[in-house]
């Protein structure tokens, strides 16, 4: 499935750090800004531990895990909306992912320049969302101009649309996201379509020092970005960039006594990949055989034809059946033939909804 979360900050807070991190493909990093103009774009394992149990109990040829796609935004500055620092360009971009990840400096660095002079991470949260407010303002007003003669001549569809964008317009006016602004479902459909930046689902990335990334809890800038996330229902993952491009270069028994000797249970990466899979709404589903053992992302909510579609689009026009067991049965009955045997394996339909952890075996005809 081709969703993605782009990386988005000020210049200078490790958001190229971090997205090399990640991805380790190279993004250039550099101590001014803009160095970063055109996107680079990643593609990183999700993290999964029943992947492993399932290779261990099934010993197939080869294991493929589900991947996660993360972009990376050039710094974002104040006038952003009106063309500032290559503004438009990193606005277009903002517009073309799913879900933003927000990377904020909360680390002191002398060596490092901050582009407004001074670490000030709620300024910094604030000066990048009012630019993409202001960018969406922008947008609305434009549509409302469009429809406005055709809402005073009682045209429903028009009226309609009329009253949404002038709901959309005071919370801008008011220095709302849309996100904040409570509509329908039915409303909902009509919204996305206007393609706004601040509708899309948000998550905090906090970059913090070396010597605080085990327990960031005295850290008052971290503090902070957590009381400001709270007050939106959003959710704030601590990171150190610096570390985790060390990370990223270990594996195995490596990574893991790096981990240790941190007082670290999981990366920071691994804790952004899940947190920005979780943010869009995946889960994941598997196939096992001998040949391979796989995790597929789905979107939840998703029927059983539909994610036998994301293996291939023959798969879901002659679906039939799905031979499904829940991941914990399998794991508990050790193979799929007991399995069976215990009943565990069940035969679901077209309008059976996908779990997160499902182990299936699609039964098709075309």
């Not at 294991?63 to 006038?79: H, L, R, S, Y």
């Amino acid at each position: 499935m081709a969703l993605t979360a782009g990386i988005v900050g000020l210049p200078n807070v490790g958001k190229s750090t971090l997205f090399n991190a990640i991805t380790q493909a190279g993004a250039e990093s550099a101590n001014y800004p803009f160095c970063t103009i055109d996107p680079n774009v990643g593609i990183v394992e999700v993290p999964d531990h029943r992947l492993q149990k399932l290779t261990e109990l099934v010993k197939p040829k080869k294991t493929i895990p589900t991947a996660f796609e993360f972009t990376d935004i050039a710094g974002i500055v104040k006038g952003a909306s009106k063309g500032e620092g290559l503004g438009n360009k990193f606005l277009s971009h903002i517009r073309e992912v799913d879900a933003i990840c927000h990377v904020v400096r909360c680390f002191e660095d002398e060596n490092i320049t901050h582009v407004s002079g001074k670490v000030d991470p709620i300024s910094d949260i604030e000066t990048i969302n009012l630019e993409l407010i202001l960018a969406d303002l922008e947008t609305v007003e434009k549509r409302i101009g469009r429809v406005q003669k055709m809402a005073k001549q009682k045209d429903k569809e028009a009226m309609y649309e009329y009253e949404i964008l002038e709901k959309l317009k005071n919370a801008f006016e008011s220095d709302q996201p849309a996100r904040a602004v409570s509509f329908t479902e039915e409303q909902m459909k009509l919204v996305k379509q206007f393609h706004l930046l601040t509708i899309k689902p948000i998550l905090y990335v906090a970059n913090v020092s070396e010597d605080e990334v085990a327990d960031a809890s005295a850290n008052e800038y971290v503090a902070k970005v957590r009381e400001y996330a709270a007050s939106e229902g959003a959710e704030v993952i601590v990171v150190c960039a610096r570390i985790e491009s060390e990370i990223a270069e270990l594996e195995g028994e490596e990574k893991a006594m790096f981990l240790e000797e941190l007082g670290i249970e999981q990366s920071g990466l691994d804790q952004l990949v899940r947190a920005a899979y979780d943010l869009l709404g995946l889960a994941t589903y598997f196939t096992a055989g001998e040949q391979e053992v796989r995790a597929w992302t789905f979107t939840q909510g998703m029927k059983a034809p539909e994610c036998a579609g994301i293996i291939h689009t023959d798969f879901e026009r002659g679906f039939i059946r799905a031979e499904t067991v829940s991941y914990e049965d399998l794991l508990a009955a050790k193979t799929m033939g007991a399995a069976r045997e215990a009943g565990k394996v069940r035969l679901e339909g077209k309008e059976y909804i996908v779990k997160d952890g499902d182990v299936m075996h699609f039964r098709f005809n075309v």
